[in-house]
C-alpha cells in the first residue's frame, strides 16, 4: 500500500516536470540570448531597440508574427503534451467529425487550421524565398510540401519522445491546412495589388 502511494506521488512530481519541460527549456534559452544582449548594453537599451526594431521596421513585426505563431503551434503539439505509453494506438487516426462512439469531434477542423496560418505567415514573412512570381501552381505546391514536412518533423518527434500519438490524419489534415494557407497568401496578396493599382489611379485623377 505505501509503495503504491510513494509510486503514484513520484510518478506525479515526474510528469509535472516532464510535461512542461520543452516549453520551460526554450523559454530560459530565448531569455540567455536577450541577456546577453542586454548584458552588452543595457537592459534599458536593450528594451528600447526592441521597441525601436517593432516600431519601424515592417519585416520585424512580420517576424515576431510568425515567431509567435510557431510558438503557439510547438506549444499545442510538442512542448506541453501528456506522455503516451503507446505513441503507435491509433496511427490511422480520425477521418471524419465523427468518432468511433459516435460522438462530434473537432479534431479534423483543428489540424487544418492549425497549419493555415503558419504558411500564410511564412509567405508574408519570406516573400523573397517562397513566393514565386511567375508560377502560382508551384507557389501552391511549395506550400503543400513545406506544410507535410513540418508536420512530419512533429509527428515523428511525438512518436520518438511519446508525446500524442502518431496519425497519417494529422499529416494528411496539417498538409491540407498550409496549403489552403498558401492561397489565402495568394488571394490576400493579389487582392492587395488590385486595390493599390485602384488606389494609385484614383490619386493620378
Request: net charge positive; with cysteine.
Amino acid at each position: 500500500m505505501l509503495i503504491s502511494i510513494i509510486q503514484s506521488i513520484l510518478t506525479n512530481i515526474l510528469k509535472a516536470i516532464y510535461e512542461p519541460f520543452g516549453f520551460a527549456l526554450l523559454l530560459a534559452v530565448f531569455f540567455m540570448f536577450f541577456y546577453l544582449f542586454a548584458k552588452a548594453t543595457s537592459w534599458t537599451k536593450a528594451v528600447k531597440i526592441w521597441w525601436e526594431m517593432f516600431r519601424k521596421s515592417k519585416r520585424f513585426r512580420h517576424l515576431f508574427l510568425l515567431s509567435f505563431y510557431v510558438a503557439l503551434m510547438l506549444f499545442r503539439t510538442l512542448l506541453n503534451r501528456s506522455i503516451w505509453s503507446n505513441p503507435l494506438s491509433n496511427i490511422l487516426g480520425g477521418w471524419g467529425l465523427y468518432g468511433d462512439d459516435g460522438e462530434m469531434t473537432t479534431e479534423a477542423i483543428e489540424n487544418i487550421a492549425l497549419f493555415l496560418p503558419f504558411t500564410a505567415l511564412l509567405y508574408w514573412t519570406f516573400p523573397e524565398k517562397f513566393v514565386d512570381h511567375r508560377s502560382t501552381v508551384r507557389m501552391i505546391g511549395r506550400a503543400l510540401v513545406i506544410s507535410f514536412s513540418v508536420s512530419l518533423g512533429i509527428e515523428s518527434l511525438q512518436l520518438l519522445f511519446c508525446l500524442g500519438t502518431f496519425q497519417l490524419s494529422d499529416l494528411c489534415y496539417n498538409s491540407i491546412g498550409g496549403t489552403v494557407g498558401g492561397l489565402v497568401y495568394l488571394v490576400f496578396r493579389k487582392g492587395y495589388k488590385v486595390w493599390r493599382k485602384k488606389r494609385c489611379g484614383e490619386n493620378e485623377l
